[in-house]
């Protein structure tokens, strides 16, 4: 069972230094246009993300019409904003406090807090229905079929309610209804489809030895809960329909009951997710800016562990690449191995993001703690694939290699210099110290004599005010 993925053109090799960003990134994540190593596709960096986001959102004047922020009208904090909104009614209210911090300090402790609550509810509306639209078109191709479709429902809601935002839409009565119904019937529609499959494969129970009736009555009440998972993606559901059963089929003493079951599971539906469904259920009570998140998330870089946190998996660096959201979450815990073997382009699709992030590590565009990470990052993929999965970072490790060689000659030419250095200091520090030696002495034999001299002194003295004294008397 191999599954259709994007192509992935394998001649592709890194050109170092060439159309790169001059701007330096701390994280890999920030790379734009990454490729997901499953899907294929071009992510959205974090930055990115924050932007388009950003684009979304409705300016002042428009913001301040929502009815969840009318509840301050007339207070001061209200006015301030509003005047704000005259001068600049496009610009989204979290600029008035970003470039007003000192005014805002000045404001009493209750119109701060006041402050923050509008500007909270301000950052989760959005501009109309048709600008949001507009602005979420470029993201489109790169989304799965149900989220373009949703967005086509979405552009036709836009025309009919122009001045509302999509928060507003979805929480009218007649869309909730409309939805709510077809997402219902699709839901029956797949049960019953379901439960005829199902139906089916109890009946060849009594095809099976009875040693292994009970095995498969509970494979089959498994691949039930995986085929209805609506929020997983049909790879995934294949991936773990086809491991499930893999070992059981394989067993089976009679290969004709066995391709009988092999077709019929086969014949599976699996339960997927419908415009409908985002619209009924997950779109219909998030805000505005959640409702764009939904999308622009899903195709957000995201860190996937190599070995997930459920298999002891650590959350270095070295234990990662890197997925769109929506593919990190079909991963789960799958072993790469599975994924090699049912998406032939996972080894590809790592080669090409591999090969930008090498691009941008031999550039300096990332800090040097990531230098080793794709020598790292291979041996893990090599280990948990049992060498399924190699990836050529031979070019690379030559230029880190002539680097490095450059970086150890100059090294060694400074340690020589330093030695060089720190010898002819210790040469001055052992001549300084025998002229201190020297000096020692003398401070302890003038020292001797100081004190002799003292003590003659002294006694001197003495013999001088004896004598005195006598000849004073005699007088």
Known sequence: MILNTPT?????????????????????????????????????SSIEREELLNKTRAGAAFALRNTAIQSHNGSPVFKLLVEFAKKHPRTPLANFVSTNKKMINHLPEEQKAELDEIVEIANTITLKAPQVIKKLHKIKPHLSVADRETLD??????????????????????????????????????????EMVFNQL?????????????????????????????????????????????????????????????????????????????????????????????????????????????????????????????????????????????????????????????????????????QTYPLKVRKTLDRVTDSQIKIDIDKYLKKRFKTVQMNLESSKKQKEKCQKDLKDVNIQISKLTQQLQALNRKQETLSKQSRAAAQKYWKTLQNYKLFANAMKKDK
């Open 8 to 44: 992935y053109n394998n001649s592709f090799t890194p050109t170092f230094g060439y159309g790169i960003p001059k701007r330096n990134f701390f994280d890999i994540r920030d790379i734009p246009k990454l490729t997901c190593a499953k899907c294929g596709g071009q992510m959205l």
């Open 153 to 194: 429902i979405m552009e036709v809601y836009a025309k009919k309610y122009p001045q509302n935002t999509f928060s507003e839409i979805f929480n009218k009565p007649e869309v909730i209804e409309y939805h709510y119904k077809i997402k219902t019937f699709q839901k029956e529609q797949y049960n019953i489809q379901a």
């Open 202 to 370: 109890a009946k060849y129970t009594k095809l099976l030895p009875d040693d292994m009736q009970n095995q498969f009555a509970q494979l089959n009440d498994k691949a039930q809960k995986i085929a209805r998972i609506a929020d997983s993606s049909d790879e995934r559901k294949l991936m773990l329909l086809d491991n499930l059963y893999k070992d059981f089929l394989e067993n089976i003493p009679d290969k004709k009951t066995a391709e009988k079951i092999k077709k019929k599971i086969s014949e599976i539906p699996l339960r997927q997710n419908t415009a409908d469904r985002n619209i009924a259920k997950k779109l219909r009570k998030k805000n505005d800016i959640s409702i764009v998140s939904f999308f622009v998330n899903k195709i957000t870089s995201t860190f996937e562990h190599i070995i997930p946190d459920s298999q002891n998996g650590t959350r270095g660096m070295y234990n990662g690449i890197f997925m769109c959201s929506q593919c990190n979450f079909d991963r789960g815990d799958l072993p790469y191995k599975i994924f090699a073997k049912y998406i032939p382009d996972f080894a590809g699709n790592i080669q090409k993001q591999m090969n930008k992030i090498m691009v941008f590590i031999q550039n300096k565009r990332l800090p040097g703690c990531y």
